[in-house]
């Protein structure tokens, strides 16, 4: 079962560039990495995916190095409504549970 | 609109009077899933299914039961509920693509409190 670890919490100012940084170790060869966006009382919302180099979408980028130890989700110009717990997933095989681990919670600050 | 609905979102209930809490998805999709989640817990996974079924338990199945006899629905079954299985649950469902990895699309959430 690939750990996943991440800072419990992270400030940042509206305009700012976050960067979350997500160390998964064990990864297995197979495994995607996949980031959540939650709001309170909310469902997570799934953010970006990648597996290996650099995944961008209309929301964030996703870095990832050669060996896959660990990730950054990089979040360009954060607003208000970008405060929410972000988790780092790593999928595991076929069917087995997904575990998502405690989140990082960002606040973001005018 | 694609989208995961549970029903009830709020439910107090007294301890040992089963209850179940729909899940219902309109993508087609054949996982899906049942998840609690608790402060300072984060989201812990309870059942999964694979298909119709197919389903296998989580990381905290004990209390719960569920079933898949149609592929759009997953109901979380609650025989005797206890105190304890006081939360939010959330279900989430997904595509299973062809790469080993799964976008879940999550309910509402269901906020259930058991006295």
């Known amino acids: 079962l690939a750990k996943t670890t991440q800072p419990i919490s992270m400030d940042s100012y509206e305009g700012q560039e976050v960067n979350i940084t997500c160390s998964h170790n064990?990864?297995?060869?197979?495994?995607?990495i996949t980031w959540y966006q939650q709001f309170p009382s909310q469902g997570p919302r799934f953010i970006i995916q990648?597996?290996?180099t650099k995944v961008t979408n209309e929301v964030a980028s996703l870095f990832i190095p050669a060996d896959r130890k660990s990730s950054t989700l990089s979040l360009p110009r954060v607003s208000l409504s970008d405060t929410a717990v972000y988790y780092c997933?790593?999928?595991?095989?076929?069917?087995?549970?997904?575990?998502f681990g405690g989140g990082t919670r960002l606040m973001v600050k005018p | 609109e694609a989208q995961v609905t549970q029903n009830p979102r709020y439910l107090i209930t007294v301890t040992g009077k089963k209850l179940t809490v729909t899940c219902s998805q309109n993508?087609?999709?054949?996982?899906m899933s049942w998840y609690r989640q608790d402060p300072g817990l984060g989201l812990r996974q309870i059942y999964y299914?694979?298909?119709?079924?197919?389903?296998d338990k989580g990381d905290v199945p004990e209390g719960y039961k569920v079933s898949r006899k149609e592929k759009r629905n997953f109901p979380l079954i609650l025989e005797s509920p206890s105190p304890n299985q006081t939360s939010l649950y959330f279900c989430?469902?997904?595509?299973?693509?062809?790469?080993?990895?799964?976008?879940?699309?999550f309910g509402p959430g269901t906020r259930l409190t058991v006295t």
């Open positions: 989430a469902s997904s595509s299973l693509g062809e790469a080993r990895s799964y976008e879940q699309y």
């Open positions: 064990n990864i297995a060869t197979n495994d995607y």
């Open positions: 990648g597996y290996k």
């Open positions: 997933l790593v999928d595991q095989n076929a069917g087995n549970m997904l575990t």
């Open positions: 993508m087609n999709h054949e996982y």
């Open positions: 299914s694979m298909n119709v079924e197919v389903t």
